[in-house]
Structure formats: structure tokens, C-alpha cells
């Protein structure tokens, strides 16, 4: 069965501090993996996802994702983290070709000033 | 640019009554589908809507709920008779084709609680 892991429920960086919010994932074939920010009271919004190619993946707003098989990990990074950056973050596997999403449990990004 | 809608925003209603939450997805998109968050907890699938039928459910989705595209550019979850573990934010989601690969753009959520 397909999953994904947040191994943590909250991540606290200084502003300027580069960031990683941690993501595996298990699923049997080929890995679509995908990061999702909540902001409070706010619906998902797609920031990034890996379909293949490069293992480094670029989005919106300046975070970026390292795909690693070995490692069947998919972490999510800033070089430099922003007080706005301050949300609840998803990462997600595409399971099936219906297009259901299976969703980490969300990691709570803290960036103090 | 365009977003998926729903409405509405919040929802209070007794136990054992009827639901009905609109989305209304981005127009070019042909697949739709239904996320429930319960509060503290992950987001989880409820149902992928294609083509005027159900593309797959999860074991949540049973006979007390239901999905329609009534018309052209509506979507709507029906929960018929409500308990107090319904009590969740409900996300619409939107995509052009229906692939594990293809990105789901979701609205901003019906928050529903149940007395």
C-alpha cells in the first residue's frame, strides 16, 4: 500500500535559517510526490511536485525538493526561511490513476523573527 | 488565475440532518474529488468524480454520502443524514486528467460541524 511519513509534527527556524521539512514515502511502482502548504484557515496550495528527472524539484515561493530513491525521501527546502513561510505543510503520493492523493499526517513550520 | 470555490464557508447542522457542499472546480478541468480533515488529523480521500461517475471511493465514502455534478460547472457532496464524527473541513479538488502525476488544486474548504 501506498504511504507517506512527516516524521515531524513541528520544525522551528529563525528567519534567514534555511529549512527542510522531512518526507518518505513507500509506494509500489513509480513515486508522484507532491508538497501542499496550509495556510491558517486557507484551503491547500500546491507548491511542488516529482514526476521524474531531476532530483532537485523547484516551486513556488522559493522551496525546492530533493527527490531520493535510496532514501525513498522527498524533503522540502529554503535556502533562507521567511516569518511568512509560517504554515502547515502536506506531502502527498498520487496512488492510482483516479488521481486519489494519500497524504503525510503535516508538519507545522515555525519561523520566528 | 483561476481557483476552485466552495460554499459554504462554514456549516453547523444538527445530527441526522441532510448536507449539501458546492465546489465549483476550475472550468478546463475534467476530474473532481472530495478531501475530508478531520481537526488535528491528515487530509484524507473520500472520492474521484469523472465523467458523471464515480472514479474510486474510500471506505469512508459510504451510502450516507453522495457526489453530483448537477450541472456545467457545480460539484456537490451530499451527506444524508449526518452523525457527529462528520464533524471535518471538506475540500473540493480539481484536476485536468485523472493521472497520479497530475497536480489537484484544491478549494479553500467547507468547514462542517455537527451538534
Known amino acids: 500500500a501506498q504511504s507517506v511519513a512527516q516524521p515531524e509534527d513541528q520544525v522551528n527556524v529563525a528567519e534567514g535559517n534555511p529549512l527542510t521539512v522531512k518526507c518518505t514515502y513507500s509506494?509500489?511502482?513509480?513515486?508522484?510526490l507532491f508538497w501542499y502548504v496550509q495556510y491558517p484557515n486557507r484551503g491547500l496550495q500546491f507548491l511542488l511536485k516529482y514526476i521524474t528527472g531531476d532530483n532537485l524539484v523547484k516551486g513556488s515561493y522559493g522551496f525546492e525538493a530533493e527527490f531520493n530513491k535510496s532514501q525513498t525521501s522527498f524533503h522540502l527546502k529554503k535556502p533562507s526561511a521567511l516569518v511568512s513561510d509560517s504554515a502547515l505543510y502536506f506531502c502527498a503520493v498520487g496512488s492510482s490513476n483516479t488521481g486519489k492523493l494519500i497524504f503525510g499526517q503535516g508538519t507545522t513550520l515555525q519561523v520566528k523573527p | 488565475e483561476p481557483e476552485v470555490t466552495q460554499t459554504p464557508s462554514h456549516q453547523v447542522t444538527q445530527m441526522g440532518q441532510e448536507v449539501i457542499l458546492r465546489c465549483v472546480p476550475i472550468s478546463n478541468h475534467l476530474y473532481f474529488y472530495w478531501y475530508r480533515q478531520i481537526l488535528g488529523q491528515k487530509v484524507e480521500f473520500l472520492v474521484s468524480f469523472y465523467n458523471n461517475e464515480i472514479s474510486e471511493k474510500s471506505e469512508i465514502f459510504d451510502d450516507q454520502f453522495s457526489v453530483e455534478r448537477p450541472d456545467g460547472s457545480n460539484f456537490t457532496l451530499k451527506i444524508r443524514s449526518t452523525k457527529l464524527e462528520d464533524s471535518a473541513m471538506y475540500f473540493c479538488?480539481?484536476?485536468?486528467?485523472?493521472?497520479?502525476?497530475?497536480?489537484?488544486?484544491f478549494g479553500p474548504g467547507t468547514r462542517l460541524l455537527v451538534l
Open positions: 479538488a480539481s484536476s485536468v486528467s485523472g493521472g497520479a502525476w497530475e497536480t489537484q488544486y
Open positions: 509506494v509500489s511502482g513509480n513515486p508522484y
